[in-house]
C-alpha cells in the first residue's frame, strides 16, 4: 500500500522525533554533553563488579585522593572504603564542590573510629580505587583552550609537567620517577616523544607484580581523574593508553609506535607514562 501525504509526513515527524531523542539522550545522558559543555552527562565513570556509577569530575578527585592518601599511610581497604565516604560527604556538602585536598584527606583518615565498617558496594569502589581492578575509573574532559608553550625548567620539565609531578607527590608520597633530566633528555624513546621536549614523567613500579600492577592502576586512575585540572594529554600503563584528545573512549588497548613487542618496558607494564599538553 502506498503511503499517502499524510503518511509520509507523519512517518518522516517520527524519524525526527526518534533522532532527537538519540541525540538528547547522547548530549544529556553520556560524557559528550559535558565535554561539549552541556552539563548533564557524567564525566567520570567508575566501574565496580559490572555496576557502573557516575561522578563527576570533583567526586573523581575526591575518591582518588583519598584513596591514594590511604595507601600512603598503609590503610587497610576497609579504611579506604570508608574513608573515600566520608570524603565524597564532605564533597556533597560544599558550595560549590570542592575537591578534597590531600591534606584534608589525611584529616579523614585520623578521624576514622578504629575498626571501619564499610558497606559491600563501598568495599568493591574502594577496591578499583586501589587498582585491583585495572582501569576502573575513566573519565571524558573538554578539550584545554589553547596553552601557551613551555620551555623546561631546571629540573628539565615544563611547569605543567613539574606541577604534575609535584602534586603525585603530594598525594602518594616519594616515587621512583624518570624520563626528564636537568640536562634534557635526548635519546631512549620514540621519535617526538614528549620526553624530549620535558613535558613528560615515567612513574616505576618494579619489578612487575600484582603488587606493583595495584599500584599503577591506583596513580594511573588518579591522573585521569585530575587530567583536566592539571592538563595532562597521555596516561599509559599495562598495555592501556588514555588520552585527552579521545578522552570519549575510555582506556584503549596501547600498541607501541614501532610495532608489536613483548618489551614490558616498551609496553609500559613497569611504568606509568604521563605526559602534560604540549600548548601553542
Known amino acids: ?18 533522532i532527537g531523542l538519540v541525540v538528547a539522550y547522547v548530549l544529556l545522558r553520556t560524557p559528550l554533553g559535558t565535554v561539549l559543555g552541556l552539563r548533564a552527562g557524567p564525566p567520570c565513570t567508575v566501574t565496580v563488579s559490572g555496576n557502573t556509577f557516575d561522578w563527576s569530575a570533583e567526586h573523581a578527585m575526591t575518591a582518588t585522593t ?3 592518601v590511604g595507601t600512603r599511610i598503609g590503610a587497610s581497604v576497609n579504611g579506604v572504603a570508608e574513608a573515600v565516604d566520608r ?12 575537591s578534597v585536598s590531600p591534606r584534608e584527606a589525611r584529616s579523614i583518615y585520623r578521624a576514622l573510629p578504629d575498626v571501619a565498617t564499610p558497606d559491600e558496594e563501598a568495599i568493591g569502589i574502594a577496591e578499583a580505587l586501589l587498582g585491583y581492578d585495572g582501569d576502573a575509573l575513566t573519565c571524558a574532559v ?28 603530594a598525594v602518594f608520597g616519594k616515587q621512583v620517577l624518570g624520563g626528564f633530566s636537568p640536562e634534557g633528555v635526548r635519546s631512549g624513546h620514540i ?24 599500584l599503577g592502576w591506583q596513580l594511573a586512575q588518579w591522573s ?10 597521555t596516561v599509559i ?3 592501556r593508553l ?39
Not at 499517502?4 to 507523519?10: D, F, N, S
Open 242 to 280: 588514555w588520552t585527552a584528545t579521545r578522552s570519549l573512549e575510555g582506556w584503549r588497548d596501547y600498541r607501541h609506535p614501532d610495532g608489536d613487542t613483548a618489551n614490558p618496558v616498551l609496553l609500559h607494564e613497569d611504568h606509568v607514562h604521563l605526559d602534560v599538553i604540549e600548548g601553542r
Open 191 to 214: 621519535d617526538g616523544s614528549a620526553h624530549y621536549e620535558g613535558r613528560a614523567v615515567d612513574v616505576f613500579f618494579r619489578p612487575v607484580s600484582q603488587v606493583n600492577q595495584r
Open 87 to 98: 570524603g565524597l560527604t564532605t564533597l556533597e556538602g560544599r558550595d560549590p564542590p570542592q
Open 66 to 68: 583519598v584513596a591514594g
Open 224 to 233: 585521569v581523574a585530575h587530567a583536566q585540572r592539571l592538563g595532562l594529554a
Open 237 to 239: 600503563f599495562d598495555r
Open 1 to 18: 500500500m502506498a503511503l499517502t501525504r499524510r503518511g509520509r509526513v507523519t512517518v518522516a515527524t517520527g524519524l525526527l522525533v526518534l
Open 142 to 169: 573538554p578539550l584545554q583552550p589553547d596553552l601557551a608553550r613551555e620551555e623546561p625548567g631546571e629540573l628539565g620539565l615544563t611547569p605543567r609537567a613539574d606541577v604534575l609531578r609535584t602534586e603525585m607527590r
